[in-house]
């Protein structure tokens, strides 16, 4: 059998490039610090932004503080790039795309960088820890973030708490925000309301009405949290609501359950074409007998 291709481990080999981040962007004007020496300066016009950077919102008010301390003192730290994979000549920005930013606005011709070679997974990996350690992300940057590192790469909610000093809960819990409608999402963003309350809005029948109500009666979150849960229908509530399944439905489950030898379930979509079929087992040795025979 050949042998399988391990995968990279979530932020190895990041730590030395880590080193070269300045934490201290969050500020809005840059660290009263000596120069870091950089590898060149680039014309600004090469220079463009990664388009899988997790964060998306920049505030106006630090880009104008960066930018008339840019104009004064010139770019402190430089920013890190790769050579860019879309654009022949130029540089992708992997660390301070708000230092671009400003330096544009201060109408610089060239800024200092620091050029490493990276691949897409080193970029958005060292984006993310870069932005989580100066909790710089909103709770949805931060969870589609996660969310990119997961469906491009294969990472896991383990692996990922493990590399960048997480618990599991947490990203579990940043992840299901996602699940919100995007009106809430966006709420969440702005800084209507907070992780708090998207949190208690995510099991709600109707979060984009729950969260209106928050927003015009100033609720804390644990008043959301009490409001979401008396809008919420109950585990006893929804299965009084659940529709009732049809003969065939029925007949159709007792069959695969005295060929299986195990309770079996479906759930189809009235008026559909799908559905779900669950198959429940008692102990391991059960699920043995179960893969043998649906791998017949």
């Not at 997790?54 to 930018?67: G, H, M, Q, Y």
């Not at 984006?127 to 992300?137: F, G, K, S, T, V």
């Not at 195990?262 to 893969?291: N, T, W």
Request: overall charge positive; charged content about 25%; some cysteine.
């Amino acid at each position: 059998m050949a042998k399988k291709t391990e995968r990279k481990n979530l932020g190895r080999g990041l730590s030395a490039l880590l080193a070269d981040v300045n934490l201290d962007e969050g500020n809005s004007a840059q660290p009263a610090a000596t120069h870091r020496p950089s590898d060149t300066d680039v014309p600004i016009d090469k220079v463009f932004a990664n388009p899988d950077q997790p964060r998306r919102t920049f505030a106006e008010k630090d880009l104008v503080d960066l930018t008339a301390s840019i104009a004064e003192k010139g770019v402190i730290q430089p920013l890190i790039v790769r050579p860019d994979p879309n654009n022949q000549g130029g540089y992708q920005i992997v660390a301070g795309e708000r230092r671009w930013r400003a330096a544009q606005r201060a109408k610089l011709h060239s800024i200092p960088v620091l050029i490493r070679e990276l691949t897409d997974t080193e970029v958005l990996e060292l984006a993310i820890i870069e932005n989580i350690q100066r909790a710089d992300l909103n709770a949805i940057e931060e969870a589609m973030g996660y969310r990119q590192l997961m469906d491009k790469f294969g990472h896991t909610q383990g692996k990922m708490a493990d590399a960048l000093g997480k618990s599991r809960s947490h990203i579990a819990n940043l992840l299901r925000l996602l699940n919100l409608p995007p009106e809430v999402q966006e709420y969440l963003q702005n800084g209507q309301i907070s992780a708090g309350h998207a949190r208690a809005l995510v099991p709600a029948d109707d979060p984009v009405a729950l969260a209106r109500e928050i927003m015009s009666k100033g609720l804390s979150v644990r008043q959301a949290e009490a409001l979401a849960k008396k809008q919420t229908p109950s585990v006893k509530q929804k299965r009084r609501l659940k529709p009732v399944k049809d003969a065939d439905t029925r007949a159709i489950e007792n069959d695969l359950a005295a060929h299986l030898g195990v309770k079996v379930s479906i759930d189809h979509k009235a008026g559909g074409q799908s559905g779900e079929l669950r198959i429940k087992y008692a102990d391991l040795e059960q699920l043995d007998g179960l893969c043998q025979l649906l791998s017949q």
